[in-house]
């Protein structure tokens, strides 16, 4: 048997496959009833290493469903393995790193209370929202990014002009990162959110990007907002194509229809969250961050 077990959670079935077959680890499945009053059983499927297992389960919607699937997988694997390494691919409650408003409870930090109870002794992570929510952790945690990887995709492509845009300031070094790689330019939008109706706002007055194709570079999409928002203005100022790349695609309820009837020809996104835009494969980049 392998030194390696990979225990892969429903929520990253493909993802844990792919990983599996990089690291030459060991797979086990994972076998999930979920009862009608929404708790999960889960049945293990293979033999779990005795030095290592890593465990991969994303958390995106039912979040907490899969989360409590996360930490019971690292609890099985912990009564089995010497060490546990935790992939996350798309960290939940991510976005609740501190207390914007007052009472608010900043949920990463109970969630690094519960991965280090539950036994793992790494978690890494995928372009989390802010780096912020690592430091709630006390057990060792590393992000890598799937930024290389979607500019690599998007380096293939046939494109006008191309200049990169992030559709808020604090996703300037984001962008930047993808412009490099791809060896173009970038420019950052201001954006503005409603902290308590989540209504987003472009504040930026004028760009120039007549004639050009852009790439709108996000970590995440939920309701679609930003990016919808962002494309009405670029249209505005007459640009050609809007493609959006992004590491998490939540595309939460109707976010996908949104964001084509907005204008946006393409949406590209990682394999953190499966989907139909999860097309750029990110195994080979947490690979490294394991062996
Ligand atoms: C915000 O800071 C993030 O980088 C994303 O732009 C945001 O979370 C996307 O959310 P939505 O799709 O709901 O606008």
């Known amino acids: 048997m392998s030194k390696l077990s990979v225990i892969c959670g429903k929520a990253s079935e493909d993802l844990g496959r792919k990983l599996a077959r990089k690291i030459k680890a060991n797979l086990v499945k994972s076998e999930v009833r979920v009862f009608p009053d929404g708790e999960s059983k889960i049945t293990l499927k293979g033999n779990i290493s005795k030095s290592k297992s890593i465990v991969v389960q994303s958390i995106y919607p039912p979040v907490d469903t899969n989360l409590i699937q996360a930490l019971s997988l690292i609890s099985k694997a912990k009564e089995n393995s010497s060490k546990v390494v935790v992939v996350i691919p798309y960290m939940g409650y991510a976005r609740?790193?501190?207390e914007f408003l007052p009472?608010?409870?900043?949920?990463?930090?109970v969630l690094a209370k519960l991965f280090k109870g539950a036994g793992a002794s790494k978690v890494i992570v995928v372009d989390i929202h802010s780096l912020i929510g690592l430091k709630s952790f006390t057990i060792r945690t590393e992000n890598v990014s799937a930024v290389p990887d979607l500019a690599r995709f998007f380096k293939k492509m046939s494109l006008k002009n191309p200049l990169v845009v992030s559709p808020d300031q604090g996703g300037k070094e984001r962008a930047k990162a993808f412009a490099k790689e791809m060896g173009i330019e970038f420019i950052a939008l201001q954006k503005k959110r409603d902290r308590k109706t989540g209504k987003v706002q472009?504040?930026?007055?004028?760009?120039?990007v007549i004639g050009r194709d852009l790439i709108l570079v996000d970590d995440m999409i939920s309701t679609g907002g930003s990016i919808v928002?962002?494309?009405?203005?670029?249209?505005?100022?007459?640009?050609?194509?809007v493609f959006v790349a992004c590491t998490h695609a939540l595309l939460m309820n109707d976010a996908e229809k949104k964001i084509k009837k907005s204008g946006v020809t393409k949406i590209i996104s990682a394999n953190t969250i499966p989907g139909n835009t999860s097309i750029v494969d990110v195994s080979n980049t947490i690979a490294k961050a394991i062996v």
């Not at 009472?103 to 930090?109: D, F, L, S, Y």
């Open 229 to 241: 928002n962002a494309t009405k203005f670029l249209k505005k100022e007459k640009c050609k194509r």
């Open 96 to 98: 609740q790193d501190r």
């Open 103 to 109: 009472g608010e409870i900043v949920t990463m930090k």
């Open 202 to 208: 472009i504040k930026t007055k004028q760009v120039d």
